[in-house]
């Protein structure tokens, strides 16, 4: 059974740091694409950042140059190391993962609060 758990959400100022994580178990995902979303309130979700088995990355615009993906596949562990933080960045940020020969993410996360006071 595959399980994708995030921790390392919460408060933080405007202009702070967070670094979310994303313990994945249940099959092998060295070669899957992993990925954050996020949504708020009222919103829908947004692809945040992806990283691909050959570990280059994507983001949406509105993170670039604050946020950076990585990933640890021994660890089977994906990060989002967020800087700058902006209250617009107030979501609950889900880990997801689109499995190699699969045509969409499939395998999602509970996901984890983070909040960007001004």
């Known amino acids: 059974q595959v399980q994708l758990v995030e921790s390392g959400g919460g408060l933080v100022q405007a202009g702070g740091s967070l670094r979310l994580s994303c313990l994945a178990s249940g099959r092998t995902f060295r070669r899957d694409v992993m990925a954050w979303f996020r949504q708020a309130p009222g919103k829908e979700r947004e692809l945040v950042a992806q990283s691909w088995s050959t570990f280059s990355s994507s983001y949406t615009s509105s993170v670039k140059g604050r946020f950076s993906v990585s990933r640890d596949n021994a660890a089977n562990t994906l990060y989002l190391e967020m800087n700058s933080l902006k209250p617009e960045d107030t979501a609950t940020y889900y880990c997801?993962?689109?499995?190699?020969?699969?045509?969409?993410?499939?395998?999602w996360g509970q996901g984890t609060q983070v909040t960007v006071s001004p």
């Open positions: 997801a993962v689109w499995p190699v020969g699969s045509n969409n993410y499939t395998y």
